[in-house]
């Protein structure tokens, strides 16, 4: 018989356990009264002799070891009676818990999808990525080195240890059926599929045979990208789409939800029918190489294997190969610089989460203090210390569980809005959903909080002595209960003075970064990328007149004040960052210090309002055949030349190929890296040079980067469907894509900020609610319990506002104290911040100034009508209680 | 659970498994053949003797069925489980060693006292 199936039968065998002692009984007593002895003396030896058929029966059921999960019913049964008898109790207590479990588990949720899941792919722990490493290389700025393709394929070939594959992100236009449209695409070698374990939604994907120069061009549709263009028909497979010009059969759509590097692709190509020159060469390292290990293969021999490879490869190679090395890591989740936001919110959600338990923890102890004779009565009755604890343990599970089911049910509800609300997107969100490990920590966070606030009252219940509880009728022995109420409300202030200087702390941040001069005007701007019609790209001259065209007609669109073109814009992701010196005697590439580049057309520097300080902008005699000339920032000027006026002066930068550069004019620094991140940004010197004279054999690539901006004098979003028609070139195959305002882009670049700021002021205000609600009931239990006191007080001539101040001190006290603790806390939590939050300076001691009086006013608030309560104790009727 | 007998620790368990290793036999049986056997010497009180029984129900060493006795009255026998005899077997033999060696002590010390 199994446990639960003894709990299950247990009316059954407590029948049986009567009957079999009654049977002894009845033996007993006829053997005796066999022997003569009469019926009523007979029957009174045989019980004396069993011992007391009620314990008897007791020591039987222990010995049928389910004790624990009888009495667990029991309890249980007893908790849910006594919280029904008290249901305002329980409701406030299970809606505090309902909140901190509930905003725990949607961040845990968040933190769990985006930071612990493994990746989607079958056996996900086998991938790994193989990066290329050069010693001078500045990984800290450009991040990881990918690897050439000639390398890849030599790895591809050789290794035994893992079958590669290789991934080249880029970007074109694709064209024929409808509107043209700017895709991202990824041409990948054939393995990609195949090590990563995904099969396609339809068709098929890429053979080895498709994987070479010269094979019938293909592709595989991203599964968005179907939808989207095609309305996910199944007809698609065997027509064929034209991108960048070359017409390429479809044959296969890759699964919903595909992504690469977090992406997902719009278009995948065959990698090997790529003939580009720089995929020819071991210089460039476009190749992003992703790896799954070989069955019974560890990434230790794969690292030896590919660094043996490296080292002959260097000998082999020296020109391009020397001090290269490759490093084979665990393959992981692009998540970015989000890990440590997450972790800080899910550590802001844990305080609030603490401030829920300790709120709980004093509403209970003050019910135990009233219950104090309920419980000595039990002792009194023979209930164990043990067993008393156990009790008052149930009864706050059954809280903290019942909160925890709530919880979870309104994070449930709260998550997808959660999600949706993060600044920009949020990596990874398909993979944030509640599953077992969601639950798992909703489950244990609701026990393990259910436990901590029970452990206080439960621990003190039986500690008393009962005959004295008793006899003072649960009346004047709660002094020693203070000192605990009193660090409840402590800590409930110290906690939510944290999380209200923290959000005080970003607000003014925010405040700060979001009044910082941009360096431009921001105001009526319009930025896109431009695709030129792939027809024009073979050739440079058509490539020159193309963009001329572009200004020109973009010129005449009616609003449009100026236009320019430009390679990278501020507030975006992109850049160029190379070296620069301020004599011919150039160093060595690690030892350059470093400006951002941007090529621009004549106005770029009018139309963004960039303001000049000395000599002059650009101008249409900028161009090829002319003098080289850039314009630099005034953080360049500092830096190149220290004080000394900088227009007139040379500048050196080997990256460009040509030069050196006459400086024609200083113009004001641009955030480029955002409002917030540009102070802490590595590199922050800037110089603009004409677009109109990059060499020819640089043109092409530029020109697949170009954006344009538009400078209008109405809304300039309203500008975009006419530039759009505008734009589209004698093909038809031009396109304007990705549009923003520079209104927009300043404002996302604070959106991190934003948000921080946001869940940190509703996590202080919960913090603040609940502490107050915290101070409030258990200074109206601390006086409730002094009303007879309070009484004799007034009785003997004290007035009301005496009584008042006399509360109201008590409480004081907890505040001072709270207060105190929780600055050093703030203080903490600002460190942290600090290094967390782009644009955070040190130490706000004004946020400080700010938030104590919050916090002070509201506590004393809440310990207001419990002082005035006191106050209005008419003497006679409290005397009467006593 | 302390017994409240003054068997050493563990003996009821044993005289138990014994007396029902001899056929089925109900509760008030036991204590009879308990007292008789041990001829008083050794006092069993039968309140810690049902304890014992439904403990050694629970640990699968003993099993109950609920059967007619000769006077018409159901009751509850106890019989020995396979796994019941094994632990008589064992422990028989290992008390049998044990008595055996306290008694050897015993004498060795009676026999350094002379």
């Known amino acids: 018989m199994n446990w639960w199936h003894r709990l299950l039968r247990r009316k059954k065998m407590e029948e049986q356990l009567e009957k079999e ?94 930071l612990l899941r493994p990746l989607p ?55 024929g059926a409808g509107e043209p449209e700017y895709v991202n695409f990824n041409e990948i070698s054939s393995d990609v599929f195949s090590v990563l374990r995904v099969a396609p939604a339809e068709g098929r994907t890429f053979s080895a045979e498709d994987d070479k120069p010269g094979a019938a061009p293909v592709m595989i549709l991203g599964y968005s990208f179907w939808q989207r263009h095609f309305g996910g028909k199944a007809g698609v497979l065997g027509s064929s789409l034209v991108l960048d010009g070359k017409s390429y059969t479809i044959v296969g759509i890759a699964p919903a939800g595909f992504r690469l590097y977090d992406s997902e692709p719009d278009i995948c190509t065959p990698l090997g029918q790529d003939t580009a020159k720089y995929l020819r060469s071991r210089g460039p390292h476009p190749v992003h190489v992703l790896a799954r290990l070989r069955s019974g293969r560890t990434l230790a021999e794969a690292q030896a294997e590919l660094s043996l490879m490296g080292s002959r490869l260097a000998v082999q190679y020296k020109d391009t190969n020397r001090d290269r090395s490759f490093v084979v890591e665990p393959l992981r989740p692009e998540v970015g610089d989000l890990r440590s936001t997450l972790w800080l919110l899910l550590g802001a959600v844990g305080l609030v989460l603490l401030i829920a338990c300790t709120n709980v923890a004093s509403l209970l102890l003050a019910r135990a203090v009233s219950r104090e004779r309920e419980l000595a009565m039990r002792v009194a009755l023979g209930a164990g210390r043990g067993r008393l604890v156990r009790q008052c343990l149930t009864e706050s599970a059954v809280l903290g569980l019942s909160g925890g089911v709530l919880g979870v049910g309104l994070a449930a509800l709260g998550l997808q809005p959660f999600v949706a609300f993060w600044p920009g997107a949020l990596p990874r969100a398909e993979e944030v959903q509640l599953d077992w490990r969601v639950l798992l920590f909703a489950l244990t966070v609701s026990l393990v909080s259910g436990f ?44 939510a003075m944290v999380l209200l200087v923290s959000a005080g702390m970003l607000g003014r941040t925010l405040l700060r970064l979001s009044s910082l001069d941009p360096g431009m005007n921001i105001q009526n701007v ?151 991140a540009d102070d802490q ?47 589209r070139g004698a093909a038809g195959d031009q396109v304007f894509y990705e549009v923003h305002t520079m209104e927009q882009l300043a404002s996302d670049s604070l959106a991190h900020q934003r948000f921080l700021l946001l869940l940190f002021g509703v996590f202080a205000g ?77 130490m706000e ?22 002082a005035r309560h006191a106050s209005r104790v008419d003497p006679v009727i409290a005397l009467r209680q006593e | 659970m302390a017994t409240k007998s003054d068997l050493p620790q563990g003996t009821l368990d044993l005289l138990i498994l014994k007396v029902v290793a001899l056929g089925p036999v109900h509760g008030y049986a036991i204590a009879q053949r308990l007292g008789q056997v041990s001829r008083h010497v050794v006092q069993v009180p039968q309140g810690s003797l049902y304890p014992a029984l439904h403990r050694l129900e629970n640990r699968g060493l003993l099993a109950g069925d609920w059967k007619e006795t000769e006077t018409g009255r159901e009751a509850k026998f106890y019989r020995l489980t396979g796994k019941g005899r094994a632990q008589l077997e064992t422990e028989a033999a290992s008390w049998q060693r044990l008595t055996e060696a306290v008694a050897l002590i015993l004498k060795l010390s009676e026999g350094g006292a002379e």
């Open chain 1, 21 to 114: 002692m009654r049977f002894h009984l009845d033996q007993h007593t006829a053997e005796l009264m066999a022997q003569g002895i009469d019926p009523e003396k007979a029957r009174r030896r045989a019980r004396m002799a069993l011992g007391g058929p009620e314990r008897v029966k007791e020591e039987c059921r222990d010995a049928r070891g389910t004790r624990w999960l009888e009495d667990s019913w029991q309890d249980f049964r007893y908790a849910m009676r006594t919280l029904r008898q008290h249901p305002g109790f329980a409701v406030v207590a299970i809606l505090t818990m309902a909140i901190g479990v509930g905003a725990s588990t949607v961040m845990f949720t968040v933190v769990n999808g985006v």
């Open chain 1, 121 to 175: 792919y079958p056996e996900a722990d086998k991938l790994v990525a193989v990066n290329g490493h050069t010693d001078n290389f500045n990984t800290k700025l450009f991040g990881k080195q990918n690897v050439a393709y000639p390398d890849f394929l030599d790895f591809q070939r050789e290794s035994h240890a893992l079958t590669l594959a290789g991934i080249l992100f880029n970007g074109g236009t694709a064209s």
């Open chain 1, 452 to 495: 901590l606030f029970g452990l206080a009252p439960a621990l003190r219940a039986p500690a008393r002595e009962f005959e004295q509880v008793l006899r003072a009728g649960g009346r004047s022995v709660v002094g020693s209960s203070r000192r605990l109420h009193s660090s409840f409300v402590v800590s409930e202030l110290a906690l």
């Open chain 1, 526 to 676: 319009l930025v896109a990328h431009m695709a030129l019609s792939p027809g024009v790209l073979a050739d440079t001259g058509r490539i020159r007149a193309a963009w001329q065209d572009v200004l020109e007609r973009a010129r005449r669109v009616p609003g449009v004040e100026s236009v320019a073109i430009v390679d990278t814009f501020p507030m975006r992701e992109g850049f160029n960052a190379m070296g620069y010196w301020p004599t011919a005697d150039v160093p060595p590439e690690n030892k350059q210090p470093q400006a951002l580049a941007t090529s621009v057309s004549p106005e770029y520097l009018d139309v963004m309002g960039i303001p000049l300080r000395q000599g002059r902008l650009f101008n249409e005699q900028d161009r090829m055949g002319g003098e080289l000339v850039v314009v630099i920032d005034e953080v360049l000027a500092q830096q190149a030349f220290g004080g000394e006026p900088a227009v007139g002066k040379r500048v050196w930068m080997p990256d460009m190929g040509y030069g050196p550069f006459v400086v024609a004019g200083v113009v004001g620094h641009v955030r480029h890296w955002g409002l917030a």
């Open chain 1, 681 to 727: 940004a590595q590199v922050r010197a800037q110089f603009y040079y004409p677009f109109a004279q990059l060499p020819d054999k640089l043109l092409r690539r530029w020109s697949e980067l170009m954006s344009i901006v538009v400078r209008t004098n109405v809304r300039p979003l309203s500008e975009v469907p006419s530039l759009k028609r505008e734009l």
């Open chain 1, 766 to 842: 919960l913090a603040l609610v609940l502490a107050c609600i915290g101070i409030y009931g258990v200074l109206a239990y601390l006086t409730g319990q002094r009303v007879p006191e309070i009484g004799i007080r007034i009785a003997l001539g004290a007035s009301p506002s005496g009584v008042m101040w006399m509360v109201l001190r008590q409480s004081l006290g907890m505040i001072f104290v709270g207060v105190a603790l929780g600055t050093a806390g703030a203080w903490a939590a600002g460190r942290v911040l600090k290094q967390l939050v782009e644009g955070m300076q040190s």
């Open chain 1, 845 to 866: 001691i004004s946020s400080f100034a700010t938030m104590i009086p919050v916090l002070v006013f509201a506590a004393l608030l809440a310990s207001f009508l419990p």
